[in-house]
């Protein structure tokens, strides 16, 4: 499994631990410093749709011209999280071809379901 986070969000911080604790083997990914490719923003994006992977609450969001906000779809959501992969929901867990976004009960619940 590979998780895509950033190691200075405390949600995801509380990812790996929980990772540690299910023993889950996991590649852990810091999207500023690791970057994600294109290729998998698109898998993510095909999968949950870029509702749920671009993050309209973030800083990044926020610091975007409005522009760039306006008429947003899936093509502009990939160009967007490739020049800036902090502008997406985290942590992105991925194995196979399986996408779970986020840190709450129900994606615990689905990392869980795509290790078993």
């Given amino acids: 499994m590979d998780v895509y986070s950033l190691k200075s969000c ?3 911080r509380k990812a790996v631990k929980w990772l540690a604790s299910e023993n889950i083997k996991a590649e852990i990914y810091d999207i500023r410093t690791d970057g994600i490719s294109e290729n998998t ?3 993510a994006i ?3 749709g870029w509702e749920t992977v ?3 609450r973030s800083t990044s969001w926020r610091a975007l011209a409005d522009d760039q906000k ?3 779809n899936g093509e502009k959501a990939i160009a967007l ?3 800036n992969p902090t502008l997406m929901k985290r942590p992105l867990f991925h194995s196979g ?3 779970v976004v986020g ?3 129900i994606a615990q619940a689905n990392v869980k379901n795509l290790t078993s």
């Fill in 103 to 105: 840190f709450d009960k």
């Fill in 41 to 43: 923003i698109t898998a």
């Fill in 70 to 72: 306006h008429d947003m």
């Fill in 46 to 48: 095909s999968s949950l």
């Fill in 97 to 99: 071809q399986e996408f």
């Fill in 81 to 83: 999280i490739s020049d």
């Fill in 54 to 56: 671009l993050n309209r």
């Fill in 10 to 12: 405390d949600t995801c």
